[in-house]
Nanobody, 126 residues
Framework: QVQLVESGGGLVQAGGSLRLSCAASGRTVSRNAMAWFRQAPGKEREFVAAISWNGISRDYANSVKGRFTISRDNAKNTVFLQMNSLKTEDTAVYYC???????????????????WGRGTQVTVSS
């Protein structure tokens, strides 16, 4: 089993930056594609960004392209989400997710991810 723990959320003003981290434990995720999703109050969970096992392939939601960057450090079993130029509409709980081992391709659908963290709150004030 893989356990995922997110950190780095908080309160930031619009235009500011935050860096989220997702630490995996239990098993290595070096061969798993990883992703970030988010869920705002009253809305469905949505895809934010994903990265292949080797970091070569990345994909982003249109709403965050050019502002967010996903990266990973397989030696540390950790995935990151650098969020710049934050907007109030970025306010949400951010979840880290991992595909099963061996499924290394980037996917946008939440059902493709088997392991989930509990989330970290990001609040962007105007």
């Amino acid at each position: 089993q893989v356990q995922l723990v997110e950190s780095g959320g908080g309160l930031v003003q619009a235009g500011g930056s935050l860096r989220l981290s997702c630490a995996a434990s239990g098993r290595t995720v070096s061969r798993n594609a990883m992703a970030w999703f988010r869920q705002a109050p009253g809305k469905e969970r949505e895809f934010v960004a994903a990265i292949s096992w080797n970091g070569i392939s990345r994909d982003y939601a249109n709403s965050v392209k050019g502002r967010f960057t996903i990266s990973r450090d397989n030696a540390k079993n950790t995935v990151f989400l650098q969020m710049n130029s934050l907007k109030t509409e970025d306010t949400a709980v951010y979840y880290c997710a991992a595909r099963r081992s061996g499924l290394s391709s980037v996917e946008l659908l939440s059902r493709e991810y088997a392991y989930w963290g509990r989330g970290t709150q990001v609040t962007v004030s105007s």
